[in-house]
């Protein structure tokens, strides 16, 4: 059985402790990490890109170490009925970088801030997410946007996933879904990712198990076996970032990211092909 997708590493892992400090301006040895790791590509967070901050530096440290740039988050708070001028610098400067990588995508993500005023705010998230992706489409920038589960997230539960999903514009933008957000939010993943296949254009594998939330890649309760195998047979050719927010993570990612690398491909993908 052949794999039509490739596997990468998200930054994310690494911010988990001390509010993203204890790491910061560390990109390079993050990839350096990820190398180590087996996977294929990475996925910075733009707002904490640190010591990568331009095309040439990041594109030579990818080559080096033969990883590819998979995606770029792009987490902003996006509550306003339109972008502040702070927010739309962030993104365009964002897809500044993205032109550079061409195939890469733009992952689009909401700081969760509160669940107040929810329906205008959702309304305004829509608006603003395919305002940001039509502007990066137009300059060759594939784009993604990546619910989340805090509880003061607006793209939590299954009634935010209808509503936000069914309102984005999908001639510019598709859906990242994180199986470990998705069973956070109280549903089952692989049924979600069914129901709304056709947007999919980035995977998020993170687990689960519940108390409170994440656990580290294998140790939870996400059918990762179940939705791989359903990603193959639809001939899912994009790319699988792993997202460990395991409460390992915050003291040792680095870890924590090369565990998952031997999970993916020591254990998941035996199982899967096997």
Known sequence: ????????????????????????????????????????????????????????????????KGVELAAIALALDWNGTEESEHERREADRAIDLLTHFPG?????????????????????????????????????????FHPNSPHSSITRTEEDYRVILESLDTSVTGWTPDVGHLINGGMDPLTKMKEYASMINLVHFKDWNGEPEFALLGNGKVDFVGITRWLIERQYSGWIICEDEGPEAMNDPDGVTLHDGRWVYETLLPSVVG
């Open 104 to 144: 890469a995508i733009l992952c689009t993500v909401q700081k969760p801030t509160g669940r107040h005023d929810i329906e205008q705010r959702r309304r305004n998230l829509v608006n603003i997410v395919n305002r940001v992706s039509r502007r990066a489409f137009d300059r060759g920038v594939p784009c993604s």
């Open 1 to 64: 059985m052949s794999i039509p997708f490739r596997f990468g590493a998200e930054a994310y892992t690494w911010f988990m402790n001390n509010n993203g400090q204890t790491h910061a301006n560390r990109q390079g040895h993050m990839i350096d990490i990820t190398a180590q790791a087996g996977f294929a590509g990475i996925e910075p967070i733009f707002n904490w890109m640190g010591d990568l901050p331009d095309a040439g530096s990041l594109g030579q440290k990818l080559a080096e």
